[in-house]
């Protein structure tokens, strides 16, 4: 790894805020970084002095502590690295830079603020949150520890990051997904359970690979630009028809030589590349190459290459259109499509720019810094690929700013030690600072489509290399190529697709939950179709299987024959650790029980709505409730958005209220419950929604509420997620829902009286404001305004008096004793005050097991409900 860019100086930028649970060194600080100077500049002698009293401030500053110390032990790995601790693990600059940052934030805070016993504990409350949930159970892991990573072959500096995590092993969507992509360097194209950890399955073999990248150039002198990364199974099987040729490596940069690792026929996991990765290791010895040399590793069919430059032309006609692949219905023709796509790649040459029409027009010079050179006679393409001989080798694209934001962060504390810089580059905050970042020409960008398309076509130097990029990354997939987010991702694609032999040569990595979730069609599209002129059309459309849809983001994409690891069949996305119920009740009531969860079991809860209004609507009235309610929606302002998600996180009985803009990845620790204020329109939503809770193993309950409209949404949500029966139903006694429901009332008409308050003071503000800014007095008789109403006063302030001694007063006494109503058992009768709500939801599952078993398989109440819905 280049000492360059460790030593390169790193200054944190902060963003006021955000919500997710990694890294505990950073204490709640998001890792925008810029970095503020990396050896290019000379220097006069003045500056060369700041720098070096600088440099001694961050060596006082570095003083080992507590924190940044790891046992002192060394261990040999399996896989030949020594996972070693020193007496002081010395972190990157990146997050000196960070921790300075703190300190100096913390000296700050001292010093305006006279020491409050409140600001204490806050302070010591973060910490203690976001230390449990890095690492909960093993506060400290030792290198022996960390045995399970070995298999991996992940470089020592990530391997002492994830140990400082509380990383003992790897997940099950790491375990089966690490092996085909850091051994295999395969596509891989992952569902697994929300909170599974899917984004170190690609945040691990993007580091470590940037890492291997870097260090063969450096070693070479090689342009990594042009370093093949990819292998392709494909190719292998070329292999074995035509005799490869071998290069001898360090002679050129297009080393052409053989590959014999043998990898999963079918592209599906078995979830064991361990005899993969022995027989590539056994024919690299054979064959005398070094192990850890993988440029020579990348194979060459020479013969076959040939024919390729013809199909290549011939196939620039077959060449679907993204937008034609998405609106297609024919999935037969994609589905070949995807085959021909495949077959089409066959023994392309990835090494070989000349063949694509790049021009190789970088040369690097002894500081490493490349220069252009203009080649006149040469065809021009369309686009050509800027090399500014500082790469971008990583792109990882989320559907929303604060999962980029997220993802920035988890990578950032994984990367801890590895020198690599990790950009955020998201819609909503200023896009000069953004600017400022890129210009420090990170490794790796996180980003929401739209900025990045923005950015790029602005002409942003460094994003110009996007085609280049050897690791490209699509977090929640499937949400991304949806109608109206795809027509943002599409042209990117298209941009990053450009150059054949480098979309070739790029690694790519798509997951999500629910990629491979599919639905029943709607009923109007089975069967026949009449036309206006009476026409009888029998349709054959049918319903999409897994296989069809993973086909098309195949092509979508641009993957080649990728690794395709499913695990979630059993669950369908939602975690096994997640308990699911609803609540029935009528529209009126609805805010009533929602009140009832809310009160009766506090706990960090997020409760989604489908649209922004509801959001606004029950902030209103949950906050005159006394609930700690945080709005969050996409008509905020950004900077609000992260600031209550913060919030949000730092308090263990806050009440997020959100719409599906927080359903996709967000991973904020412990969240207790989540509510569905209203069903969701696809199951995809559910299974987002309510994989907030339940996360890294741990338990959590998910409550869905529907009134009679909304059964049929909700029967069609339970097909698709293949419930044999209903969802059982959440205990909750009538009785209180009565006192709950005048509260609620109370507190609606409080609303409504202020409205009209409001309505009136703004009424009279803006005659008065009129009238100044005209400069005229007005009659009072001339106009007839709204006066302020003493009576709309009295009323509310009666109102909000009454609710206030209502709120006071326990509502659930001490010792309240219930019978629940899904229960026949009168003898059942028992006190909950102590008992959290997954714990009252599991004594009612154990209990009414029977009645569960009796539907079992018939999924009846289903039926009728949609019966009676269609009626
Ligand atoms: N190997 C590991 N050991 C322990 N915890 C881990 C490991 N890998 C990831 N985690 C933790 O698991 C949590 C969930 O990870 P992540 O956000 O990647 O899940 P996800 O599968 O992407 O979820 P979603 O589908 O909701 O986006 C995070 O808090 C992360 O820190």
Request: glycine share 6%; proline share 4%.
């Amino acid at each position: 790894m280049s000492k360059k860019i460790k030593t390169a100086k790193w200054q944190s930028v902060s963003l006021d805020g955000f919500p997710i649970s990694m890294a505990d060194n950073f204490d709640g600080l998001v890792g925008l970084e810029e970095c503020t100077d990396y050896g290019t500049d000379k220097g006069s002698k003045a500056t060369k002095k700041k720098r070096e009293s600088k440099k001694r401030k961050a060596e006082q500053i570095s003083i080992p502590t507590e924190e940044n110390c790891v046992p002192n032990k060394k261990v040999k790995l399996t896989n030949g690295f020594t996972v070693e601790s020193c007496g002081t693990v010395t972190p990157s600059l990146t997050n000196d830079a960070l921790k300075n940052k703190k300190n100096k934030q913390l000296k700050r805070n001292k010093k305006k603020t006279p020491k409050s016993k409140d600001a204490n504990e806050v302070v010591k409350k973060q910490k203690v949150k976001l230390g449990e949930n890095v690492n909960d159970e093993d506060s400290k892991l030792t290198p022996e520890d960390m045995l399970s990573w070995a298999e991996f072959k992940l470089p020592e500096e990530i391997i002492k990051a994830l140990m400082e995590l509380g990383f003992k092993q790897p997940t099950k969507i790491q375990q089966m997904s690490l092996p085909a992509a850091i051994h295999g360097r395969r596509d891989i194209l992952g569902a697994a359970e929300t909170g599974s950890g899917k984004t170190l399955a690609f945040g691990l073999p993007i580091l470590s690979g940037i890492m291997k990248l870097k260090e063969k150039a450096q070693l070479k002198n090689l342009d990594v630009y042009d370093i093949p990364f990819k292998k392709s199974s494909n190719k292998k099987k070329e292999i074995t028809k035509t005799k490869p040729k071998k290069i001898k490596k360090g002679k050129s940069k297009k080393a052409h030589v053989e590959n014999s690792k043998e990898s999963s026929e079918d592209g599906y996991s078995s979830g064991d590349e361990k005899e993969e990765d022995n027989k590539e290791n056994s024919s690299k010895e054979g064959n005398g190459i070094e192990t850890d040399d993988f440029i020579e590793e990348i194979e060459v069919p020479l013969r076959k290459r040939e024919e390729s430059i013809d199909e290549g032309n011939d196939s620039e006609n077959e060449y679907i259109k993204l937008s034609e692949m998405f609106d297609s219905d024919d999935l037969a023709s994609n589905e070949s499509a995807a085959e021909e796509k495949i077959d089409e790649q066959d023994g392309i040459d990835t090494v070989d720019n000349d063949e694509s029409g790049v021009i190789d027009t970088v040369e690097k010079d002894k500081s490493g810094l490349g220069c252009v050179k203009v080649i006149d006679d040469i065809e021009m393409p369309k686009q050509i690929i800027v090399k500014t001989g500082k790469p971008l080798y990583a792109l990882i694209i989320t559907p929303t700013r604060e999962l980029a934001i997220q993802i920035s962060r988890h990578l950032i504390a994984v990367a801890k030690y590895t020198g690599i810089r990790i950009a955020t580059i998201v819609g909503g905050m200023a896009s000069v600072k953004q600017e400022r970042v890129l210009r420090s020409a990170p490794e790796v960008v996180v980003a929401t489509p739209g900025r990045l398309w923005e950015l790029l076509n602005q002409g942003e130097p460094h994003l110009q290399q996007l085609p280049s990029v050897k690791f490209l990354a699509i977090d929640e997939t499937d949400r991304m190529i949806e109608r109206g987010h795809f027509e943002e991702l599409e042209p990117l694609l298209e941009r990053l697709n450009m150059d054949e032999a480098y979309k070739n040569s790029r690694q790519n990595f798509v997951f999500s939950a629910t990629l491979t979730m599919v639905h029943d069609l709607p009923s109007h599209m089975k069967g026949k179709k009449v036309t206006k002129r009476g026409k009888v059309i029998n349709r054959k459309i049918e319903k999409m299987t897994p296989q069809q849809k993973v086909n098309r983001l195949i092509n979508m994409i641009g993957m080649t024959e990728p690794k395709v690891v499913d695990i979630t069949t059993q669950n369908l996305g939602t975690a096994e650790t997640l308990t699911e119920c609803r609540i029935a009740c009528s529209l009126d009531q609805k805010d009533a029980y929602l009140f009832y969860i809310l009160r009766r079991h506090p706990g960090r809860t997020i409760v989604f709505c489908n649209s922004i209004n509801s959001v606004k609507r029950l902030v209103q009235i949950l906050t005159l409730l006394k609930c700690r309610t945080l709005p969050l929606h996409a008509s905020m302002p950004q900077r609000q958005r992260l600031k209550n998600l913060e919030r949000f996180r730092d308090d263990s009985r806050g009440v997020l209220i959100a719409t599906d803009v927080a359903a996709r990845g967000l991973d904020i620790p412990n969240v207790d419950h989540v509510v569905h204020y209203q069903v969701p329109k696809t199951a995809e939503n559910y299974v987002h929604r309510s994989g907030r809770t339940a996360r890294a193993n741990k338990e959590g309950l998910t409550i869905l509420m529907m009134e009679p409209s909304e059964a049929y949404t909700y029967s069609k949500l339970c097909r698709t997620l293949n419930k044999t029966t209903e969802l059982a139903n959440f205990p909750v006694p009538t009785s209180s829902i009565t006192v709950l429901k005048e509260m609620i009332n109370l507190a609606r008409d409080i609303e409504v009286l202020e409205l009209r308050r409001r309505r009136t003071a703004q009424a009279i503000g803006w005659r008065e404001k009129a009238a100044k800014e005209m400069d005229m007095i007005i009659d009072e008789d001339d106009v007839p305004v709204k006066q302020a109403d003493p009576k709309l006063d009295k009323e509310l302030n009666a109102k909000k008096r009454r609710l206030e001694t209502m709120l006071a007063q326990p509502v659930f006494p001490k010792g309240f004793s219930y019978k629940y109503p899904t229960l026949n058992d009168t003898t059942s009768l028992q006190t909950v005050s102590e008992e959290n709500a997954l714990q009252v939801m599991k004594k009612a599952l154990e209990t009414g097991e029977l009645k569960k078993e009796k539907r079992k398989g018939k999924n009846e109440p289903l039926l009728q409900l949609e019966k009676a819905f269609k009626k």
